[in-house]
Protein backbone atom coordinates (compact mmCIF):
# COMPACT_ATOMS: atom_id res chain seq x y z
CA UNK A 1 0.00 0.00 0.00
CA UNK A 2 1.34 2.98 -1.13
CA UNK A 3 0.37 6.92 -1.23
CA UNK A 4 -2.05 8.86 0.78
CA UNK A 5 -5.50 7.17 0.52
CA UNK A 6 -8.94 8.32 0.37
CA UNK A 7 -9.60 8.49 3.62
CA UNK A 8 -6.26 10.36 4.47
CA UNK A 9 -7.16 13.02 2.45
CA UNK A 10 -10.72 13.35 3.57
CA UNK A 11 -9.84 13.46 7.31
CA UNK A 12 -7.12 15.76 6.37
CA UNK A 13 -9.85 18.07 4.96
CA UNK A 14 -12.00 17.80 8.12
CA UNK A 15 -9.08 18.84 10.42
CA UNK A 16 -8.36 21.42 8.00
CA UNK A 17 -11.60 22.64 8.01
CA UNK A 18 -11.92 23.13 11.87
CA UNK A 19 -9.17 25.77 11.36
CA UNK A 20 -6.62 23.18 13.68
CA UNK A 21 -3.21 22.90 11.47
CA UNK A 22 -2.00 20.65 14.22
CA UNK A 23 -4.55 18.12 13.94
CA UNK A 24 -3.87 18.70 10.15
CA UNK A 25 0.01 17.82 10.69
CA UNK A 26 -1.00 15.13 13.22
CA UNK A 27 -2.98 13.59 10.10
CA UNK A 28 -0.73 13.57 7.59
CA UNK A 29 2.13 12.21 9.81
CA UNK A 30 -0.14 8.99 10.60
CA UNK A 31 -1.44 7.83 6.61
CA UNK A 32 -1.78 4.84 5.65
CA UNK A 33 1.76 5.08 3.75
CA UNK A 34 3.66 1.99 4.92
CA UNK A 35 7.07 4.41 5.48
CA UNK A 36 7.94 6.08 8.80
CA UNK A 37 6.17 9.66 8.93
CA UNK A 38 7.56 12.14 7.17
CA UNK A 39 10.20 14.47 8.61
CA UNK A 40 8.55 18.14 7.77
CA UNK A 41 5.47 16.93 9.16
CA UNK A 42 7.00 16.18 12.61
CA UNK A 43 9.43 18.98 12.90
CA UNK A 44 6.21 20.82 12.59
CA UNK A 45 4.97 19.42 15.55
CA UNK A 46 8.00 19.45 17.61
CA UNK A 47 8.39 23.43 16.65
CA UNK A 48 4.50 23.97 17.77
CA UNK A 49 5.24 22.40 20.94
CA UNK A 50 7.73 25.19 22.07
CA UNK A 51 4.86 27.71 21.26
CA UNK A 52 3.08 29.32 24.07
CA UNK A 53 -0.39 29.73 22.31
CA UNK A 54 -0.36 25.98 21.17
CA UNK A 55 -3.11 23.42 22.63
CA UNK A 56 -0.93 20.55 23.46
CA UNK A 57 -3.61 18.57 25.11
CA UNK A 58 -5.66 18.73 21.34
CA UNK A 59 -2.49 17.20 19.64
CA UNK A 60 -2.21 14.55 21.91
CA UNK A 61 -5.92 13.87 21.57
CA UNK A 62 -5.32 13.88 18.18
CA UNK A 63 -2.48 11.11 18.27
CA UNK A 64 -4.96 8.67 20.53
CA UNK A 65 -7.68 9.51 18.19
CA UNK A 66 -5.71 8.24 15.15
CA UNK A 67 -4.18 5.29 17.40
CA UNK A 68 -7.96 3.65 17.46
CA UNK A 69 -7.76 3.17 13.77
CA UNK A 70 -8.22 -0.29 12.52
CA UNK A 71 -5.07 -0.43 10.37
CA UNK A 72 -1.83 -1.28 12.23
CA UNK A 73 -0.24 1.43 9.30
CA UNK A 74 -2.00 3.84 11.33
CA UNK A 75 -1.85 2.90 14.34
CA UNK A 76 1.46 2.37 14.36
CA UNK A 77 2.75 5.78 12.66
CA UNK A 78 0.69 7.70 15.85
CA UNK A 79 2.87 5.70 18.30
CA UNK A 80 5.93 6.67 16.50
CA UNK A 81 5.03 10.03 16.36
CA UNK A 82 4.34 10.09 20.33
CA UNK A 83 7.82 9.30 20.80
CA UNK A 84 9.47 11.16 18.91
CA UNK A 85 7.51 14.12 20.23
CA UNK A 86 8.11 12.46 23.58
CA UNK A 87 12.11 13.07 22.92
CA UNK A 88 12.31 15.68 20.73
CA UNK A 89 9.40 17.95 21.87
CA UNK A 90 9.20 20.86 24.52
CA UNK A 91 8.65 18.75 28.12
CA UNK A 92 5.11 19.86 28.06
CA UNK A 93 3.92 17.65 26.00
CA UNK A 94 5.09 14.03 28.61
CA UNK A 95 3.90 16.12 31.49
CA UNK A 96 0.60 16.45 29.63
CA UNK A 97 0.49 12.52 28.68
CA UNK A 98 1.88 11.63 32.49
CA UNK A 99 -1.04 13.73 33.64
CA UNK A 100 -3.97 11.97 31.71
CA UNK A 101 -6.17 9.04 33.47
CA UNK A 102 -5.61 6.67 30.20
CA UNK A 103 -3.33 6.67 27.51
CA UNK A 104 -3.16 3.96 25.24
CA UNK A 105 -5.56 1.12 25.11
CA UNK A 106 -3.54 -1.60 22.87
CA UNK A 107 -3.15 -4.32 24.67
CA UNK A 108 -5.99 -6.56 22.45
CA UNK A 109 -5.36 -4.93 19.43
CA UNK A 110 -4.57 -7.13 16.21
CA UNK A 111 -5.12 -6.38 12.62
CA UNK A 112 -6.07 -9.87 10.27
CA UNK A 113 -6.37 -7.85 7.34
CA UNK A 114 -2.57 -9.98 6.38
CA UNK A 115 -0.28 -11.66 7.75
CA UNK A 116 2.11 -8.37 7.87
CA UNK A 117 -0.26 -7.06 9.94
CA UNK A 118 -0.77 -9.93 11.87
CA UNK A 119 2.97 -10.08 12.45
CA UNK A 120 3.23 -6.15 13.45
CA UNK A 121 0.48 -5.97 15.74
CA UNK A 122 2.62 -7.91 18.07
CA UNK A 123 5.20 -5.17 17.90
CA UNK A 124 2.58 -2.29 18.36
CA UNK A 125 0.80 -3.78 21.33
CA UNK A 126 4.90 -3.89 23.17
CA UNK A 127 5.71 -0.22 21.92
CA UNK A 128 2.21 0.84 23.29
CA UNK A 129 2.86 -0.53 26.58
CA UNK A 130 6.29 0.82 26.96
CA UNK A 131 4.88 4.24 25.84
CA UNK A 132 2.64 3.91 28.45
CA UNK A 133 5.15 2.88 31.32
CA UNK A 134 7.27 5.94 30.04
CA UNK A 135 4.61 8.49 31.07
CA UNK A 136 3.62 6.49 34.19
CA UNK A 137 7.57 6.40 35.51
CA UNK A 138 7.36 10.42 34.52
CA UNK A 139 4.27 10.90 36.75
CA UNK A 140 6.09 8.61 39.58
CA UNK A 141 9.40 10.83 39.57
CA UNK A 142 8.01 14.23 37.94
CA UNK A 143 11.15 14.12 35.13
CA UNK A 144 12.01 11.79 31.98
CA UNK A 145 15.37 9.16 32.90
CA UNK A 146 16.03 10.24 29.62
CA UNK A 147 16.31 14.20 29.46
CA UNK A 148 18.27 14.21 32.99
CA UNK A 149 21.69 15.38 33.54
CA UNK A 150 24.39 12.13 33.61
CA UNK A 151 27.77 12.21 34.93
CA UNK A 152 29.39 12.60 38.06
CA UNK A 153 26.80 15.55 39.00
CA UNK A 154 24.14 14.09 37.58
CA UNK A 155 20.37 13.67 39.31
CA UNK A 156 20.91 9.76 39.54
CA UNK A 157 24.23 10.05 40.78
CA UNK A 158 23.62 12.81 43.51
CA UNK A 159 20.18 11.31 44.54
CA UNK A 160 19.32 10.90 48.26
CA UNK A 161 19.10 7.30 49.41
CA UNK A 162 15.68 7.44 49.95
CA UNK A 163 14.42 8.55 46.70
CA UNK A 164 17.15 6.64 45.03
CA UNK A 165 15.68 3.63 46.33
CA UNK A 166 12.11 4.80 44.95
CA UNK A 167 13.69 5.77 41.57
CA UNK A 168 15.52 2.38 40.85
CA UNK A 169 12.45 0.73 40.57
CA UNK A 170 10.30 2.71 38.17
CA UNK A 171 13.81 2.78 36.33
CA UNK A 172 13.86 -0.76 36.00
CA UNK A 173 10.38 -0.95 35.25
CA UNK A 174 11.11 1.06 32.26
CA UNK A 175 14.12 -0.72 30.75
CA UNK A 176 12.14 -3.96 31.18
CA UNK A 177 9.77 -2.71 29.02
CA UNK A 178 11.63 -1.66 26.57
CA UNK A 179 13.38 -5.05 26.14
CA UNK A 180 10.05 -6.47 25.88
CA UNK A 181 10.07 -5.31 22.57
CA UNK A 182 12.30 -8.29 21.58
CA UNK A 183 12.49 -7.42 17.81
CA UNK A 184 14.66 -9.50 15.69
CA UNK A 185 16.57 -8.04 12.44
CA UNK A 186 13.93 -10.00 10.35
CA UNK A 187 11.50 -8.47 12.10
CA UNK A 188 12.85 -4.82 11.38
CA UNK A 189 11.08 -5.28 7.07
CA UNK A 190 9.54 -1.55 6.81
CA UNK A 191 10.25 1.80 7.66
CA UNK A 192 7.64 2.31 10.25
CA UNK A 193 9.00 -0.33 12.84
CA UNK A 194 12.73 0.66 11.84
CA UNK A 195 11.67 4.34 13.13
CA UNK A 196 10.59 2.77 16.19
CA UNK A 197 13.28 0.74 16.54
CA UNK A 198 15.45 3.76 16.49
CA UNK A 199 14.22 5.51 18.74
CA UNK A 200 13.88 3.08 21.47
CA UNK A 201 17.45 2.45 20.73
CA UNK A 202 18.04 6.32 21.74
CA UNK A 203 16.18 5.62 24.29
CA UNK A 204 17.79 2.76 25.79
CA UNK A 205 21.33 4.63 25.31
CA UNK A 206 20.23 7.42 27.71
CA UNK A 207 18.04 4.96 30.06
CA UNK A 208 21.10 2.57 30.54
CA UNK A 209 23.24 6.13 31.01
CA UNK A 210 20.93 7.23 34.06
CA UNK A 211 20.72 3.47 35.32
CA UNK A 212 24.46 3.37 35.56
CA UNK A 213 24.80 6.63 37.57
CA UNK A 214 22.07 5.19 40.01
CA UNK A 215 23.75 2.00 40.46
CA UNK A 216 26.93 3.71 40.99
CA UNK A 217 25.40 6.21 43.49
CA UNK A 218 23.75 3.05 45.65
CA UNK A 219 27.20 1.26 45.73
CA UNK A 220 28.69 4.27 47.48
CA UNK A 221 25.67 4.41 49.55
CA UNK A 222 25.29 0.92 50.91
CA UNK A 223 28.09 0.13 53.41
CA UNK A 224 26.58 3.25 54.88
CA UNK A 225 23.21 2.39 54.58
CA UNK A 226 20.34 0.42 57.15
CA UNK A 227 19.40 -3.77 57.32
CA UNK A 228 16.35 -3.31 55.02
CA UNK A 229 18.20 -0.89 52.64
CA UNK A 230 21.08 -2.89 52.12
CA UNK A 231 18.68 -5.90 51.20
CA UNK A 232 16.56 -3.49 48.56
CA UNK A 233 19.68 -2.32 47.17
CA UNK A 234 21.29 -5.68 46.76
CA UNK A 235 18.35 -6.89 45.23
CA UNK A 236 18.44 -4.01 42.97
CA UNK A 237 22.14 -4.42 41.95
CA UNK A 238 21.46 -8.19 40.59
CA UNK A 239 18.65 -7.19 38.76
CA UNK A 240 21.21 -4.47 37.25
CA UNK A 241 23.77 -7.79 36.22
CA UNK A 242 20.82 -9.45 34.56
CA UNK A 243 19.45 -6.43 32.72
CA UNK A 244 23.23 -5.19 31.62
CA UNK A 245 23.12 -9.02 29.61
CA UNK A 246 20.02 -8.27 27.58
CA UNK A 247 20.98 -4.77 27.00
CA UNK A 248 24.21 -5.49 25.59
CA UNK A 249 21.55 -8.14 23.20
CA UNK A 250 19.44 -5.13 21.85
CA UNK A 251 22.65 -3.14 21.13
CA UNK A 252 24.20 -6.07 19.03
CA UNK A 253 20.74 -6.31 17.29
CA UNK A 254 21.35 -2.47 16.36
CA UNK A 255 25.02 -3.46 15.12
CA UNK A 256 23.63 -6.13 12.41
CA UNK A 257 20.55 -3.52 11.43
CA UNK A 258 23.62 -1.09 10.32
CA UNK A 259 23.81 1.69 13.62
CA UNK A 260 27.08 3.17 13.74
CA UNK A 261 29.45 1.43 16.13
CA UNK A 262 30.38 4.65 17.19
CA UNK A 263 27.22 5.45 18.28
CA UNK A 264 26.69 2.09 20.41
CA UNK A 265 28.46 2.20 23.77
CA UNK A 266 30.78 -0.30 24.88
CA UNK A 267 29.08 -2.27 27.71
CA UNK A 268 31.37 -3.90 30.27
CA UNK A 269 30.35 -6.82 33.05
CA UNK A 270 30.74 -5.89 36.40
CA UNK A 271 33.37 -8.01 38.17
CA UNK A 272 31.84 -10.74 40.52
CA UNK A 273 34.01 -9.52 43.03
CA UNK A 274 31.98 -6.28 43.89
CA UNK A 275 28.31 -8.60 44.18
CA UNK A 276 30.44 -10.95 47.03
CA UNK A 277 31.45 -8.53 49.30
CA UNK A 278 27.63 -6.75 49.03
CA UNK A 279 26.19 -10.27 50.12
CA UNK A 280 28.85 -10.53 52.67
CA UNK A 281 28.22 -7.28 54.09
CA UNK A 282 24.28 -8.46 53.81
CA UNK A 283 24.82 -11.98 55.60
CA UNK A 284 26.79 -10.29 58.61
CA UNK A 285 23.55 -7.86 59.21
CA UNK A 286 21.11 -10.80 59.28
CA UNK A 287 23.29 -13.34 61.11
CA UNK A 288 25.71 -11.51 63.49
CA UNK A 289 23.84 -8.24 64.34
CA UNK A 290 23.72 -7.82 67.90
CA UNK A 291 26.35 -10.20 68.75
CA UNK A 292 29.91 -9.72 70.52
CA UNK A 293 31.22 -11.27 67.69
CA UNK A 294 30.68 -8.02 65.48
CA UNK A 295 32.70 -6.00 67.81
CA UNK A 296 35.72 -5.34 66.09
CA UNK A 297 38.08 -3.38 68.34
CA UNK A 298 39.93 -2.23 65.43
CA UNK A 299 36.96 -0.02 64.33
CA UNK A 300 36.70 1.46 67.78
CA UNK A 301 37.73 4.89 68.57
CA UNK A 302 41.14 6.13 68.70
CA UNK A 303 43.85 5.58 66.61
CA UNK A 304 44.00 3.30 63.96
CA UNK A 305 46.00 0.68 63.06
CA UNK A 306 47.78 0.66 59.47
CA UNK A 307 47.73 4.35 59.49
CA UNK A 308 44.36 4.31 57.30
CA UNK A 309 42.41 7.58 56.98
CA UNK A 310 38.67 8.49 56.82
CA UNK A 311 36.19 6.06 56.33
CA UNK A 312 35.38 4.00 53.55
CA UNK A 313 33.00 5.51 50.92
CA UNK A 314 32.49 2.86 48.04
CA UNK A 315 32.34 -1.30 48.29
CA UNK A 316 36.13 -1.49 47.10
CA UNK A 317 37.22 1.17 50.15
CA UNK A 318 34.97 -0.82 52.58
CA UNK A 319 36.66 -4.19 51.61
CA UNK A 320 39.87 -2.79 50.97
CA UNK A 321 40.14 -0.62 54.53
CA UNK A 322 39.03 -4.52 56.19
CA UNK A 323 41.57 -6.24 54.72
CA UNK A 324 44.09 -3.97 55.42
CA UNK A 325 42.92 -4.07 59.16
CA UNK A 326 43.03 -7.91 59.42
CA UNK A 327 46.33 -7.39 57.89
CA UNK A 328 47.79 -5.09 60.39
CA UNK A 329 46.28 -6.27 63.52
CA UNK A 330 47.84 -10.02 62.45
CA UNK A 331 51.84 -8.22 62.09
CA UNK A 332 51.41 -5.58 64.71
CA UNK A 333 52.97 -7.45 68.38
CA UNK A 334 50.63 -6.70 71.04
CA UNK A 335 51.93 -4.01 73.48
CA UNK A 336 50.19 -2.21 76.92
CA UNK A 337 49.38 0.57 74.69
CA UNK A 338 47.49 -1.08 71.98
CA UNK A 339 46.58 -3.92 74.51
CA UNK A 340 44.48 -0.85 76.35
CA UNK A 341 43.20 0.53 73.18
CA UNK A 342 42.35 -2.81 72.37
CA UNK A 343 39.96 -3.36 75.78
CA UNK A 344 38.47 0.35 75.58
CA UNK A 345 36.12 -0.87 72.59
CA UNK A 346 34.32 -3.14 75.45
CA UNK A 347 34.03 -0.12 77.81
CA UNK A 348 30.74 0.59 76.73
CA UNK A 349 29.09 -2.54 77.32
CA UNK A 350 28.31 -2.58 81.41
CA UNK A 351 28.71 -5.84 82.38
CA UNK A 352 31.63 -7.10 80.54
CA UNK A 353 34.69 -6.76 82.41
CA UNK A 354 37.83 -7.12 80.44
CA UNK A 355 41.36 -7.47 81.83
CA UNK A 356 43.92 -4.32 81.35
CA UNK A 357 47.39 -4.71 81.20
CA UNK A 358 49.32 -1.50 82.96
CA UNK A 359 52.02 0.15 81.46
CA UNK A 360 55.28 -0.92 83.51
CA UNK A 361 58.13 1.87 84.96
CA UNK A 362 61.63 1.64 84.47
CA UNK A 363 63.35 0.22 87.15
CA UNK A 364 60.19 -1.00 88.71
CA UNK A 365 59.74 -4.93 89.29
CA UNK A 366 57.03 -6.29 87.39
CA UNK A 367 55.19 -8.07 90.45
CA UNK A 368 55.96 -4.31 92.81
CA UNK A 369 52.79 -2.78 90.94
CA UNK A 370 49.51 -4.48 90.37
CA UNK A 371 49.06 -6.76 87.62
CA UNK A 372 45.50 -6.33 87.10
CA UNK A 373 43.49 -2.85 87.23
CA UNK A 374 40.41 -2.17 89.90
CA UNK A 375 37.63 -2.68 86.53
CA UNK A 376 39.69 -6.18 85.58
CA UNK A 377 37.69 -9.25 85.54
CA UNK A 378 37.32 -11.48 89.11
CA UNK A 379 38.64 -14.67 87.31
CA UNK A 380 41.48 -13.09 86.26
CA UNK A 381 42.59 -11.50 89.37
CA UNK A 382 42.03 -14.83 91.04
CA UNK A 383 44.10 -16.71 88.60
CA UNK A 384 47.11 -13.31 88.83
CA UNK A 385 47.07 -13.76 92.57
CA UNK A 386 47.49 -17.61 92.24
CA UNK A 387 50.19 -17.30 89.40
CA UNK A 388 51.84 -14.74 91.89
CA UNK A 389 51.74 -17.07 95.06
CA UNK A 390 52.93 -20.32 93.10
CA UNK A 391 56.00 -18.31 91.77
CA UNK A 392 57.55 -17.96 95.33
CA UNK A 393 61.51 -16.90 95.24
CA UNK A 394 63.20 -13.48 94.76
CA UNK A 395 59.72 -12.14 92.77
CA UNK A 396 57.50 -13.02 94.96
CA UNK A 397 55.68 -10.21 97.35
CA UNK A 398 53.23 -9.74 99.78
CA UNK A 399 50.99 -7.74 99.37
CA UNK A 400 49.79 -4.88 102.24
CA UNK A 401 46.76 -5.81 104.07
CA UNK A 402 46.57 -9.53 102.75
CA UNK A 403 46.79 -12.34 105.10
CA UNK A 404 49.38 -15.29 105.16
CA UNK A 405 48.02 -18.87 103.61
CA UNK A 406 45.89 -20.06 106.13
CA UNK A 407 44.96 -16.82 108.22
CA UNK A 408 41.12 -16.07 108.81
CA UNK A 409 39.89 -13.34 108.02
CA UNK A 410 38.17 -11.55 110.78
CA UNK A 411 34.74 -9.10 110.16
CA UNK A 412 35.10 -5.66 109.96
CA UNK A 413 38.80 -6.00 108.72
CA UNK A 414 39.78 -4.50 105.79
CA UNK A 415 39.62 -7.13 103.07
CA UNK A 416 42.79 -8.02 100.82
CA UNK A 417 41.76 -5.51 97.69
CA UNK A 418 39.74 -2.34 99.15
CA UNK A 419 39.41 -1.52 95.36
CA UNK A 420 37.35 -4.95 94.28
CA UNK A 421 33.62 -4.28 95.67
CA UNK A 422 33.32 -8.04 94.38
CA UNK A 423 35.32 -9.40 96.29
CA UNK A 424 33.64 -12.01 98.89
CA UNK A 425 35.33 -11.47 102.44
CA UNK A 426 36.17 -14.76 104.21
CA UNK A 427 34.40 -16.62 107.23
CA UNK A 428 36.38 -16.25 110.50
CA UNK A 429 37.71 -18.86 112.65
CA UNK A 430 35.51 -20.53 115.40
CA UNK A 431 35.47 -18.55 118.86
CA UNK A 432 37.28 -15.58 117.35
CA UNK A 433 34.37 -13.41 116.47
CA UNK A 434 34.53 -9.90 116.81
CA UNK A 435 38.39 -10.22 117.87
CA UNK A 436 40.22 -7.18 115.94
CA UNK A 437 43.26 -8.67 113.84
CA UNK A 438 46.72 -8.42 115.60
CA UNK A 439 49.32 -6.34 113.42
CA UNK A 440 51.60 -9.31 113.44
CA UNK A 441 49.49 -11.53 111.83
CA UNK A 442 49.30 -8.94 108.43
CA UNK A 443 53.15 -9.10 108.16
CA UNK A 444 53.46 -12.87 108.83
CA UNK A 445 53.11 -14.58 105.34
CA UNK A 446 53.48 -18.03 106.77
CA UNK A 447 51.70 -18.55 110.21
CA UNK A 448 49.73 -16.40 112.63
CA UNK A 449 50.95 -16.38 116.18
CA UNK A 450 49.01 -18.05 118.95
CA UNK A 451 45.22 -16.63 119.91
CA UNK A 452 46.25 -13.81 122.75
CA UNK A 453 43.71 -14.18 125.83
CA UNK A 454 40.76 -11.54 125.27
CA UNK A 455 40.43 -11.81 129.38
CA UNK A 456 44.31 -10.64 129.56
CA UNK A 457 44.03 -7.02 129.44
CA UNK A 458 40.23 -6.62 131.49
CA UNK A 459 40.03 -4.75 134.44
CA UNK A 460 38.90 -6.55 137.58
CA UNK A 461 36.90 -2.90 137.65
CA UNK A 462 34.90 -3.94 134.69
CA UNK A 463 33.10 -6.11 136.58
CA UNK A 464 32.11 -4.65 139.44
Known amino acids: ?176 TLLEFDVHPKDLNNGIINAAFMLLFKDLIKLFASYNDGIINLLEKYFKMKKSECKESLEIYKKFLTRVTKIAEFMKIAEQVGVDKNDIPDISYAPSSILESLETHMNSLEGKKGSLLDLDPLASSGPSVGGSTGAPTSWGAAAGAAAEGAAAAAATTPTAETASAAASAFDGLGDVLMPSIAPQMAGVSPMATSPVKAKGDLDSTMANLAGSDAAGGANWQSQPGAAGAGAPMMPGSPMMFPQQPMMRPQFPAGGAAGAPMSPGMAQSPRRPPPPKDPLADLNIKDFM
Open 1 to 176: MSGQTLTDRIAAAQYQLTGSDVATRVCKATTHEVMAPKKKHLDYLISATNETNVNIPQMADTLFERATNASWVVVFKALVTTHHMCIHGNERFIQYLASRTSLFNLSNFIDKTGSHGYDMSTFIRRYARYLNEKAYAYRQMAFDFTRVKKGADGVMRTMAPDKLLKAMPALQTQVD
